[in-house]
């Protein structure tokens, strides 16, 4: 409910504002149903004047119909798409990140999650000259690990400070922290944050699972409440400041054996896309760094299916990278 105040709209003063909750009227929603006659004659006010101070608010707080090619324009002049850097990723995104969106990596522990989140950040900051969010629940993150990473981008150690100081990094260990970081960043200091002309267009939660599931067992509902609080500042940030959100989570089994995504099913409505990340391991190779990524939700691409990667592929130099997908091609037409 919308509470009358003065100066609201022209005509609407602080002796019309008293009046009419002498007649108790004190929201917008009240006034505009009520009887504008009787109203008038309890307010000593012409009826004209409340008619049209009535019009004034129907206009500010009433919702008007928009057209499906007016919704879809505003969407196309809004989304902008962030490649990952890793082109059988971006295959599977249908081109990579999504602004405006949450985009969920899922798989069990050494699946690689947080090795391609590194690599995400590091490919927005260096190539794309983006600023990245990036909150650490696990402590996984090092600057050592992102400067290596930049070292493969460029050998010029200015770029690479300067991709460094592109990716701002908060560190929280229990979903309280998670909330208040969020909401800070939702409030304002996503905006501020912003340095050198350029803005911030992915955030990052690695993991969200970790501070989560926890509380998923003996207080169900409070856990339950936090974890909707968090899906629902992650989406009103990512629509409120057309950015890319990019959350880990863990993974379980189901009653036949399969491995799904954690945090039930309350949480698989909130990422508009979803991808399973799988070790490839055979018995010559038990170390290897293949990994099978899996589409199992998206609203853009048929569900299940599936790409092969190599998760080194954002720590290799360029002259790697471009024998490496050389070899990819050779490999897939032959």
């Not at 803005?199 to 003996?218: M, Q």
């Not at 089994?253 to 508009?272: A, D, K």
Request: charged letters at 20%.
């Amino acid at each position: 409910m919308v509470l009358l105040e003065d100066g609201m709209c022209p005509g609407l003063d602080e002796g019309l504002v008293r009046d009419l909750r002498a007649a108790d009227i004190k929201t917008v929603e009240a006034l505009v149903s009520s009887d504008i006659e009787e109203l008038a004659q309890k307010c000593s006010v012409s009826y004209k004047a409340l008619f049209a101070i009535r019009r004034v608010l129907l206009a500010q707080h009433t919702a008007f119909p928009v057209s499906g090619a007016d919704l879809y324009e505003e969407l196309l002049n809004l989304t902008a798409i962030l490649s990952t850097g890793n082109p059988r990723l971006d295959k599977l995104l249908d081109s990579g990140l999504y602004t405006g969106e949450i985009t969920e990596l899922s798989g069990g522990s050494g699946s690689g999650k947080s090795q391609v989140c590194f690599g995400v950040a590091v490919h927005i900051s260096h190539h794309l000259k983006h600023n990245v969010v990036y909150i650490d629940t696990t402590g996984g993150l090092t600057a050592s690990r992102l400067l290596q990473m930049l070292k493969a981008e460029t050998s010029n150690t200015e770029e690479q400070m300067e991709a460094l100081q592109r990716i701002h990094v908060f560190h929280v260990f229990d979903v309280f922290s998670l909330l208040e970081t969020l909401r800070c960043l939702r409030s304002g200091r996503l905006q501020q944050a912003s340095f050198g002309g350029s803005s911030i267009k992915a955030v990052i939660v690695d993991s969200v699972s970790a501070v989560i599931a926890p509380l998923l067992g003996g207080k169900q509902n409070e856990g339950m409440s936090l974890m909707i609080q968090v899906a629902g500042v992650l989406k009103t940030m990512a629509k409120d400041f057309n950015i890319a959100a990019l959350v880990t989570n863990h993974a379980t089994r189901n009653s036949s054996g399969e491995v799904q995504p954690g945090l039930g099913l309350s949480w698989s409505h909130i990422p508009r896309t979803r991808i399973l990340l799988e070790r490839m391991e055979t018995a010559a190779t038990s170390h290897s760094c293949l990994r099978c990524a899996t589409l199992i939700k998206s609203s853009r691409q048929p569900c299940h299916i599936k790409e092969e990667f190599d998760l080194q592929w954002w720590s290799l130099s360029k002259s790697q990278t471009s024998g490496k997908r050389k070899l990819e091609d050779d490999t897939n037409t032959s």
